[in-house]
């Protein structure tokens, strides 16, 4: 790769963790004391962070995975890469560690990384035929029950063929990337993040075929759900879109991936996934608060 | 079992189903003219049901597994038997067809059945201590995420062990007669419906211990809902309670069973189970609507 | 619980770990000091074991898992206690650590411990109605395929009425000590040990019904073996028995129970079940020779 | 596709069925007539059908899936195609029913079809660096336990990085076509059969990683066996080879895909797929025997 300083760099930040704030502001200035332009913003604010992106080279996340997920879903039509500075529990996003980043930024500044390309979930919402919404997803979009615990019927269709109708709490429509998120607690399949390939998963299916189905690129999916109580479209876990009966949500592989600049080495996916994991701690010594 | 002529009949129907509320009234009048008192009402008008229930020896509900499941919860406390007469899909509750419920009735009202005692769950919701409400489920409580796809910390304690938190999509607490509903979606377990013992099975656990726990009578259980944007307890499906942050779910198996009045031999459930949940058809021939 | 001076304790070591035969040697020599009888033999040499049991007070094991099964198999039908000295992996069975002992055995003799009752399988075996073998199992019968990977047709009967045919690769008929084995690999539910209750569990169910199932007291199981490769009866992983075509597999409750000497508090099982089960860890940190 | 005349058919049949051997024998003369060359052979001579296969244009198999799978070893590296003719259950490898193929000869013989590629696992068996034997599957190699109950240990990496080391009954390598398989009994995900990647699934993982990976082309799989008991590497269950300790198995996706002769529409996977799974039936209306 061709190392070629960076012009413009933006810093987005959690705006509920102050040393996110101010890690975010304090490398802002020492960003811009080397002579390149820097824009700063809440992860919480889309539209400010959209309006800030083009020309961008590359984003700078200050919080967690929630953080980096939010501006993986603003990037990618643009084509800007992000890494992910991380303040949350460690997850598979984040790049460096909060305390790492101040030795790092030289080959940040100067693009001396690699980009991961991850597929990406484009998600149409129909109602009678007419698009109510476009989303796209970096980890999943659920469709599933609301509040009541009722199932829903979940009609698929694959590369316009009629596959099944799940009685079910949900399904998962998931990207490599999230297959080690929600999918991975219904017993899913992990994919590599740049495979592309999409999961289908249902989530407590009633007398309905259980098993995960993994759908390749150029088979689009299409879901109908049919219910009497009330069902979401839930798009990484931070939007929740409210379906009416006989809604549809179509779902792709998005066209372009996400980029993530990566200053590790390559293929090291499988090399992490298990200790990742068995990072997450299995049980706390001891209930919080009891 | 000694036949003893029944004094008072229940009638309780499922009011959106014309075809039940229609035998339900034509049972009635039948019934009344071999000199038996009887009262009618619909499975929605809960208090009117309770009011009702005192002395009577059988209640009858006309509608599907959801009919059956109202009326027991509020049944058992009186020792009332009930049977249900099916107009949904079969379950494994109801003890008559629709058509053939006029043959069989000679037999209902000399009392020649016998009385299926099966586990009831009591669930007391606590906050801060004090009870705010209390609950019997026939199925199952589930304690879960709301409309937002967020994990819920779940802390379990059994027997006043502390056992683990999981972190999930929701708890279900399942009696043996839910063993075949949201649990055997979720893998979990089938128990025959007179065991007394209850079923702990997550959905969903991140990172959790995930293997369902079978607790027997005597080991009371408490969960405590830790979340930071919204969790529900829903009773069989029906009631869906609001949590506050670290509200306490208590549950045990009830001082009473329910009782389910049965014409078939004993010893029926390991030879209706597997064709029983077959019946359900895995997928319909084509989708309704498309 | 009254304390009564031992007057006869057996000593179980497994041959192949010299510092549990020494450590058997040591104490033995201690016991006897005080003026109690004691014996001492391989766990190998079941025949040997047998013999010495009658009029035994408490058997020490010294070893793993396997050592304390291999005893827990021999002791039950006399009614004789056993206090596993551990030095394997830690599992749920043995009482103390190997370096616990000498502190711990003034406990012993004084029969100052509770004894915890374990619910065991009786299996009897059966080839053309005539009885080839019976087994007690302290955690599970498997009947499986042999050696070839062929599934095997297996028709189960419970209380005499007929469930289903499984095509599968096996079917583990658990005690709930078990539970914590192969069952807890195949996602199946965990029961506390002395629940009177089994557990079916089909191993790579081939469109046949999944789900475990808990068998109460009084449920006589009966499995019926249809294959034309190879078959297995497998008891706790140590004895592995050859089917022949339709042989019969029979399993309820043993009459008696296993007595686990305890030293501990009484309802430990919920407290260290997840930290029993997350002590084994999920993946060692380098392969093993690689 | 340009029709083009067969001028070598190949007839593969079943040994024990005399109905598919009886069928082949009529089929040949018939193809014979209409001055075709044919050879006929049957499926358990695999070096006559590997020698007989050279220049042949399509071979059609007499009997169930065994057969086509038997077949579909031998053809790929020659690039041959195969069209089963079905008398076994009917799964997704066969193309007409034994009553249908008369009808369908004239297509089949003007090579009036398309081919379907299928995804191949290359095996390799190596013991202390040598290659002691190389196999192609055409659903799944697994690695497991042999006749004795005992976890065997199987450390796993994926394109040269270490992954994890499974404590399991066994591990499940499947390509595609094998996803409806083992590995669908295993709970594990269902990839259209021409995708190009592969499925590592484990069979009862104590303690270990229990999600399916999805591995794509390019990322070779390499496991080493380490067991003091027995274990075996078996092929599409069809061929059983006794492991060493620490012998090591490769596997990647082979060069070549296998080519089912297809008269169906594209695109029929998704389509066919529940409705196949649901054909089998999940339960024997009595026990066969008893």
């Given at each position: 790769?061709?190392?070629?300083?960076?012009?413009?760099?933006?810093?987005?930040?959690?705006?509920?963790?102050?040393?996110?704030?101010?890690?975010?502001?304090?490398?802002?200035?020492?960003?811009?004391?080397?002579?390149?332009?820097?824009?700063?913003?809440?992860?919480?604010?889309?539209?400010?962070?959209?309006?800030?992106?083009?020309?961008?080279?590359?984003?700078?996340?200050?919080?967690?995975?929630?953080?980096?997920i939010r501006t993986l879903r603003l990037a990618p039509p643009l084509g800007v890469a992000v890494a992910g500075v991380n303040f949350g529990k460690l997850g598979f996003l984040a790049e460096v560690e909060a305390d790492e980043v101040a030795a790092a930024l030289p080959r940040l500044l100067a693009a001396d990384y690699w980009c991961e390309e991850r597929t990406l979930l484009a998600i149409t919402h129909r109602r009678?035929?007419?698009?109510?919404?476009?989303?796209?997803?970096?980890?999943?979009?659920?469709?599933?029950?609301?509040?009541?615990?009722?199932?829903?019927?979940?009609?698929?269709?694959?590369?316009?063929?009629?596959?099944?109708?799940?009685?079910?709490?949900?399904?998962?429509?998931?990207?490599?990337?999230?297959?080690?998120?929600?999918?991975?607690?219904?017993?899913?399949?992990?994919?590599?993040?740049?495979?592309?390939?999409?999961?289908?998963?249902?989530?407590?299916?009633?007398?309905?075929?259980?098993?995960?189905?993994?759908?390749?690129?150029?088979?689009?999916?299409?879901?109908?759900?049919?219910?009497?109580?009330?069902a979401v479209l839930a798009i990484d876990g931070q939007r929740t879109i409210a379906l009416q009966n006989e809604d549809v949500v179509e779902a792709t592989i998005a066209p372009y991936p996400c980029l993530l600049a990566r200053l590790r080495g390559r293929h090291y996916f499988y090399r992490v996934l298990v200790p990742g994991l068995q990072r997450a701690p299995l049980l706390p010594s001891t209930p919080e608060g009891g």
């Open positions: 790769m061709v190392a070629a300083q960076a012009k413009r760099i933006g810093l987005v930040y959690q705006p509920r963790k102050p040393e996110a704030v101010e890690l975010a502001a304090a490398l802002s200035q020492r960003i811009r004391a080397a002579g390149i332009e820097t824009w700063t913003e809440s992860a919480w604010e889309e539209a400010a962070v959209s309006a800030s992106l083009p020309g961008t080279d590359l984003v700078l996340t200050f919080g967690g995975d929630g953080t980096i009678a035929g007419a698009v109510v919404g476009e989303y796209l997803a970096v980890n999943e979009a659920l469709i599933s029950r609301g509040r009541a615990n009722r199932v829903v019927r979940l009609q698929l269709w694959i590369h316009g063929e009629y596959v099944t109708t799940y009685a079910a709490d949900g399904l998962i429509l998931a990207t490599p990337t999230g297959s080690t998120g929600s999918n991975l607690a219904n017993l899913g399949p992990v994919l590599p993040p740049d495979m592309r390939a999409l999961i289908v998963s249902p989530v407590l299916p009633f007398v309905s075929f259980p098993n995960p189905l993994i759908v390749p690129e150029g088979a689009p999916l299409r879901v109908r759900a049919v219910f009497d109580h009330e």
